[in-house]
């Protein structure tokens, strides 16, 4: 197969950042992917309805700016609040309210990664939040790992799984709950003996690499994100259950963009870019599984579905065409490297 024709897939994770940083990113998501839940830490987080909506105008305003009438241009934010400690069920009605805008919640352990200080130290004390989301129909997206400092970094998943996350399950069995960007052949397992109520989003890194790249002919930071990457018997997982057709498992890049200086540094900031090259990087993987024909169903169609919202009707075609990954790319007065920096990248969108 050289050409792939899809559904016009979405983005069920994505950090778009703010100011000049959110212009310089948006349009690589706009050119592939129809919709994308974009996360709330930001600096102060986002943490109201009114806040949210301000931050889509402002993604909105630079789309226009980067892409005009362009392909993309009726790309489509979904917004979702940052949980804390604060968050009360009025918080959680005005998201059912708001027509569609904002359509989730995020729940970050506090300290777990990238601007998580404002996150949650305990579950239990919200469970009349988790009781209203599970009434209005709101979904919980999880940052699944533990932030005791006793816990070995690569078990932090499995951890607050076996802990916290099993608690809330049982104790809200209505309400839906993603676990996001999962690393683990545990974590895998947790969804599958899962009802439809839960469902967990793959990046395209984790499906890729396994923790070996972050040490291959030195440290390198590039490659350095949270959830870390897991060893290889976990890579196969996620790609067994990314490529198995299961509508619980979907799409979900979690490109993080962060400047050079940052990701280079004595202290190098956690997170991957891959928007540059998402949909293109998920077909790599697809194909070497033999499941090019269930990339559709991962990227497109099984994320509408749980979130209850109607599949795009547009497509996008991929062509089996080698192309190579600019070094660098303009950020904010800065640059970034995206993943796949000067090496190539097998296919290509054609037609979007």
């Not at 352990?109 to 919200?126: R, Y």
Request: hydrophobic share 45%; net charge negative; proline share 5%.
């Amino acid at each position: 197969m050289d050409e792939l024709t899809i559904t016009r897939p979405d983005d069920w994770h994505l950090h778009l950042r703010d100011a000049d940083a959110l212009e310089a990113v948006i349009a690589d998501t706009a050119a592939r992917f129809g919709r994308a839940i974009v996360m709330p830490n930001l600096k102060p987080p986002v943490t109201s309805v009114a806040d949210a909506l301000a931050y889509r105008e402002r993604i909105l305003a630079a789309l226009a700016a980067r892409v005009g009438e362009g392909p993309g241009a009726d790309f489509q934010p979904l917004m979702t609040l940052y949980l804390t400690g604060q968050t009360s069920t009025a918080d959680i009605e005005a998201v059912a309210a708001s027509s569609g805008k904002v359509v989730a919640v995020k729940l970050y352990p506090a300290g777990a990664t990238t601007n998580s200080e404002a996150g949650v130290t305990a579950l239990d004390p919200l469970d009349e939040v988790f009781t209203a989301m599970a009434r209005c129909g709101v979904p919980l997206l999880v940052h699944g790992e533990s932030t005791d400092p006793s816990v070995d970094v690569f078990d932090r998943e499995s951890s607050f799984i076996a802990g916290s996350l099993d608690r809330l399950r049982e104790r809200h069995a209505a309400l839906k709950i993603v676990l996001e960007h999962i690393t683990t052949a545990e974590a895998v397992a947790w969804v599958r003996e899962a009802g439809p109520n839960t469902a967990a989003t793959i990046t395209a890194h984790h499906l890729l690499h396994n923790r070996n790249a972050i040490f291959q002919g030195g440290l390198r930071s590039d490659f350095y994100c949270l959830p870390v990457l897991k060893r290889e018997r976990h890579r196969q997982a996620l790609v067994s259950a990314a490529t198995s057709g299961d509508p619980r498992f979907f799409l979900g890049t979690d490109s993080a963009p962060h400047p050079r200086s940052a990701k280079h540094s004595a202290c190098g900031c956690a997170g991957i870019y891959t928007a540059h090259a998402a949909i293109e990087l998920y077909a790599e993987v697809f194909e070497e599984a033999g499941a090019l024909d269930r990339l559709e169903g991962f990227a497109s169609h099984h994320g509408p579905d749980f979130y209850g919202l109607p599949r795009n009707a547009g497509t996008l075609t991929l062509t089996r065409s080698a192309w190579t990954v600019a070094e660098a790319l303009p950020f904010g007065g800065e640059v970034l490297t995206p993943l796949r920096a000067g090496e190539q990248v097998r296919w290509k969108i054609s037609v979007s």
